[in-house]
């Protein structure tokens, strides 16, 4: 009989303890997070509609102020050649070409220095190459080069009346060196 005890005593543990309910989806914060959306919706649709066209904005029209013409900057090709470079005891060819930002305004006295005076720039420009490290010449943005390439320029092409210079700014588009005695 002590079988009979122990399956009495089990049929009773488990008729005593309930079972859990199977649970489901949580439809009522369904339905609330269903419902604040929708409600967000409308609130955000409703303040874009009623808010107005920027057309009806108060304050009148939006005035540009034209460009002026003789400020906008364009850029002017100064040199572009082969350079030698003898500074490591090795001769290297550097193909350069050197481009200037110049305002419209200062475009016309720029490019007659330029006619007027295109040896001598040629010539300044070969010696800063020509004296140049090696390493100056290999700068991954050429900062020392440029800036002096930049302060030659400005020399040469001088400021204008406002005291502002002509050369606004250097560009080197093609800076590629070889060694010249392959």
């Not at 002017?76 to 930002?101: S, Y």
């Not at 800063?128 to 040469?156: K, M, S, W």
């Not at 002509?166 to 392959?182: E, K, M, Y």
Request: aromatic share 4%; hydrophobic share 35%; proline share 6%.
């Amino acid at each position: 009989m002590p079988d009979t005890e122990t399956t009495e005593v089990k049929s009773t543990e488990a008729e005593s303890t309930p079972k859990p309910a199977k649970k489901g989806l949580p439809l009522k914060t369904i339905l609330v997070v269903l419902g604040l959306l929708l409600a967000e919706g409308g609130v955000v649709i409703g303040f874009v509609m009623f808010s107005g066209s920027p057309d009806t904005v108060q304050g009148g029209e939006l005035e540009l102020t034209p460009i002026d013409e003789l400020e906008s900057v364009s850029e002017l090709m100064i040199v572009r050649d082969k350079f030698p470079n003898h500074h490591t005891g090795r001769v290297w060819l550097w193909d350069i070409e050197a481009q200037v930002q110049v305002k419209q305004k200062h475009r016309e006295r720029v490019e007659k220095v330029l006619q007027d005076r295109g040896a001598e720039i040629k010539t300044g420009i070969s010696q800063i190459i020509r004296t140049a490290h090696q390493n100056h010449l290999q700068e991954p943005n050429l900062e020392t080069l440029t800036r002096q390439l930049t302060q030659y320029l400005r020399d040469v092409f001088g400021t204008d009346a406002d005291g502002e210079p002509r050369i606004l700014r250097v560009l080197l588009p093609n800076c590629v060196g070889f060694p010249a005695d392959f």
